[in-house]
């Protein structure tokens, strides 16, 4: 099983800053399926980045994400206000499906 | 418009069962995978099952293996958990994903959920 690391655990920004999280993977993630999720309260999970660097649908370009192998990163160019979540790596290509255990992005 | 609707979750005593469904519209059900995944109060998301388009191919994590079967009924685009054995660290919310069709995905979108609380 691989194991994905997230750090920090929680960040406080403030809006307009640039945000940059890491995800770590105990082995290579197989063909860069490495996703990003965002998750607000009392909400399911919003697919943001799939295979590295994709925005998935309806996402703004502000975010991106970046990586390879075994360290993975998801940048918000300019924090807006709806921005403030929790987000979740997770990588898809072996079995089982794992994620991280969240980074809380929390208003300075 | 792709919708997931979860249904079936409620309060259950240890060693009950229940059966979640999943009601999918908005997209060819037939086409992707499917698979379960859920959320304990306040941790992370745990992925719990996925079956393949035709129903031939199911994985599961282990914690779950022998106690729970994932089932889909592609004629009424339906998805299903059935839960047996149920113990207290199986509490969560359980959400339906829509899996990869022909190129690999991560599960997307996801419906709102449904919670099974395990409890005496």
């Known amino acids: 099983e691989i194991v994905l690391t997230q750090s920090p655990g929680t960040l406080s920004l403030s809006p307009g800053e640039r945000l940059t999280l890491s995800c770590r993977a105990s082995?290579?993630?197989?063909?860069?399926?490495l996703a990003w999720y965002q998750q607000k309260p009392g909400q399911a999970p919003r697919l943001l980045i799939y295979?590295?660097?994709s925005r998935a649908t309806g996402i703004p370009d502000r975010f991106s994400g970046s990586g390879s192998g075994t360290d993975f990163t998801l940048t918000i160019s300019r924090l807006e206000p709806e921005d403030f979540a929790v987000y979740y790596c997770?990588?898809?290509?072996?079995?089982?499906?794992?994620f991280g255990q969240g980074t809380r992005l929390e208003i300075k | 418009e792709v919708q997931l609707v979860e249904s079936g979750g409620g309060l259950v005593q240890p060693g009950g069962s229940l059966r979640l469904s999943c009601a999918a519209s908005?997209?060819?059900?037939?086409?992707?995978?499917m698979s379960w995944v859920r959320q304990p109060p306040g941790k992370g998301p745990e992925w719990v099952a996925s079956?393949?388009?035709?129903?031939?191919?199911?994985y599961y994590v282990d914690s779950v293996k022998g106690r729970f079967t994932v089932s889909r009924d592609n004629a009424k685009n339906s998805l299903g958990l059935q839960m047996n054995s149920l113990r207290a660290e199986d509490t969560a919310v359980y959400y339906c994903?829509?899996?990869?069709?022909?190129?690999?995905?991560?599960?997307?979108?996801w419906g709102q959920g449904t919670l099974v609380t395990v409890s005496s």
């Open positions: 079956i393949k388009q035709d129903g031939s191919e199911k």
């Open positions: 994903a829509r899996g990869s069709a022909a190129i690999k995905r991560p599960p997307d979108p």
């Open positions: 997770q990588q898809y290509g072996s079995s089982p499906i794992t």
């Open positions: 082995q290579s993630v197989i063909s860069s399926y």
């Open positions: 295979g590295v660097s």
């Open positions: 908005g997209f060819t059900f037939s086409s992707h995978w």
